[in-house]
């Protein structure tokens, strides 16, 4: 096989796929890397890749295509989106030709050449049918609103659809986005992997069928998702959390994260840093204190904290929490219940309806 196509089209492919490629355990012992694959009757190439629970397909034209010799090849998936990225793009047209058991990669006066990988193991999946799927606005935005959120194991290492809403939670937090999803009953997929790979994606199609989710991107793109099996958890019971908070803040998401960003050069090595939080009217001091290290700590101004609370809190939650804020521009609302600095934590973009971004998260006990 030999070809030249675009080398930005490639180099896209080759990146959206790599969010998807595995790099540990059983999926990486049976499907490590990127396939490319020649198409029977079209001057097409397929960039394919699975991390056995989720598929990726991308078609992409191809000229000067010689059919000669292997018709497949399979590459590392981190070692070929890397190298095509970093070449020129604009315009640029890339050349892939055959070489014994090596691909060789030609841009101008560049030149690569890879080893490709056996096939032997890499799951076999074609282009499905397209017909009924259902048109999702801001699906890519919802799912990457939640996904930093989602747990380990099954079911809570899925994305929860239930119909209206987008879901993503573990044993610590909760965050869920409103969201029109065509479902006859709730599903969960474990489809972080694939949030990646549709982040730029103003509209996707799906469909739900048997055990799998089908989503489109555009006419070339194809990706599909297992559907867990397992109970996702009573989610009214985490949303009535929410209810039970009796004083709020509305804080600036820049100064929180700026202020929080400045600390963590405290922690570089502490794999479970901690921050403290204290509110008080129209103030939120945010300190972090690493014995043997240092202290720092910054007061902001807020508005509201109309009662006292000090708890203690993870930053990634704070931080993820607040930069899945969207829906009014760097303002969001944390919710506390005073009488209690172990209840949970909310954040909101819309306070006054409930219809926007929304988490629940657990602070930490105070050492």
Known sequence: MEFTCETSALADA?????????????????????????EDDEDVIQIKTSDLSSTYLQRIKVDNLDRSRDTVWRLPSALLANFL???????????????????KIQSGRIKASF??????????????DTADMSQVDNLARCMKQVAWA???????????LDGTSVVGCSQERMAEVPCTVPVDE??????????????????????ASDDRLYLRTDEDTLMTSSILVDKYPNLDVLRAMAAKCDAHAEVSISAVSDAVSRMLVLCKTDRYPRIVIAMSPGAMS?????????????????????????FHFTPRNLMSALGS???????????????????PIHFTDDQEDGKGFSCVCMPRRPE
């Open 150 to 160: 989602v747990g380990d194991t099954s079911p809570l290492n899925g994305i929860h």
């Open 115 to 128: 080893d490709s990988l056996v096939m032997d193991g890499f799951p076999e999946f074609k282009p499905f």
């Open 186 to 207: 709730a599903i969960t997929v474990p489809l972080s992997a694939l949030s990646a790979a549709i982040k730029n994606t103003s509209e996707v199609h799906m469909r």
């Open 325 to 343: 804020c969207h829906a009014s521009g760097d303002k969001a609302w944390i919710g506390y219940n005073s009488d209690n600095d172990l209840a």
């Open 14 to 38: 080759a990146r959206n796929a790599g969010t998807i490629a595995p790099t540990k355990g059983e999926a990486f012992d049976k499907a490590q890397g990127i396939v490319i694959q020649l």
């Open 85 to 103: 990225i970093q070449l020129p793009l604009n315009g640029a047209e890339v050349k892939f030709s055959q070489d014994g058991h090596r691909v």
């Open 286 to 310: 945010i300190s972090m204190d690493v014995p043997d290290l240092g202290q720092v700590e910054e007061t902001l101004d807020i508005i509201g904290a109309e009662k006292e609370q000090t």
